[in-house]
Antibody, heavy 118, light 107 residues
Framework: QVQLQQSGPELVKPGASVRISCKAS????????IHWVKQRPGQGLEWIGW????????KYNEKFKGKATLTADKSSSTAYMQLSSLTSEDSAVYFC???????????WGQGTLVTVSA | DIQMTQSPASLSASVGETVTITCRAS??????LAWYQQKQGKSPQLLVY???TLAEGVPSRFSGSGSGTQFSLKINSLQPEDFGSYYC?????????FGAGTKLELK
């Protein structure tokens, strides 16, 4: 079965960077897009971007260009998102999700809580 | 960017009732519309894609309809496990955008 296992919660200082991982299993990692979605506490969902592990092409929401960097390691079937120059506005749960061919998100990771605090 | 306007923002209903949530797109998205359910503290779960196709394992009391700019999600005979938040999302190009959500609460 398809599973996306994300890394654990992070407490980071303002101005620092953090890298979140999303390990995929149960399917061919290089054949499907991995998307990243942000959810601030009590708020809605915001799409950050996608990466296609097959050729490591990426597409970003303009809002997150310069903030998020998406990468993937085919050898370990793991996708990564690095967030840089963190502020309190970046405190949120971040989800990875796999689409099913047309950018609807069929499988989701459990989410990673990032807290930015001094 | 395509704006997704969802209503109502919140909804109180009883077990056994039928409810409808609507979603309007700021431009024509054909049938590229998905619905998700999210329980508190959990990740969203896909319910419907392509406006009306139920995802695997989703009960038949859920149904999606609409095309173009107007869409709806109907839940017949509400069950206790149906309470939570619901989001629409267009999947017609990027950036993907979501509605602000509908919180379905037990009356």
């Amino acid at each position: 079965q398809v599973q996306l296992q994300q890394s654990g919660p992070e407490l980071v200082k303002p101005g620092a960077s953090v890298r979140i991982s999303c390990k995929a299993s149960g399917y061919t990692f290089t054949s499907y897009y991995i998307h990243w979605v942000k959810q601030r506490p009590g708020q809605g969902l915001e799409w950050i971007g996608w990466i296609y592990p097959g050729n490591v092409n990426t597409k970003y929401n303009e809002k997150f260009k310069g903030k998020a960097t998406l990468t993937a390691d085919k050898s370990s079937s793991t996708a990564y998102m690095q967030l840089s120059s963190l502020t309190s506005e970046d405190s949120a749960v971040y989800f990875c999700a796999r689409d099913y061919g047309s950018s609807y998100l069929a499988y989701w990771g459990q989410g990673t809580l990032v807290t930015v605090s001094a | 960017d395509i704006q997704m306007t969802q209503s109502p923002a919140s909804l109180s209903a009883s077990v056994g009732e039928t409810v409808t949530i609507t979603c309007r797109a700021s431009e024509n998205i054909y049938s590229y519309l998905a619905w998700y359910q999210q329980k508190q503290g959990k990740s969203p779960q896909l319910l419907v894609y392509n406006a009306k196709t139920l995802a695997e394992g989703v009960p038949s009391r859920f149904s999606g309809s609409g095309s173009g700019t107007q869409f709806s999600l109907k839940i017949n005979s509400l069950q206790p496990e149906d309470f939570g938040s619901y989001y629409c999302q267009h999947h017609y190009g990027t950036p993907l955008t979501f509605g602000a959500g509908t919180k379905l609460e037990l009356k």
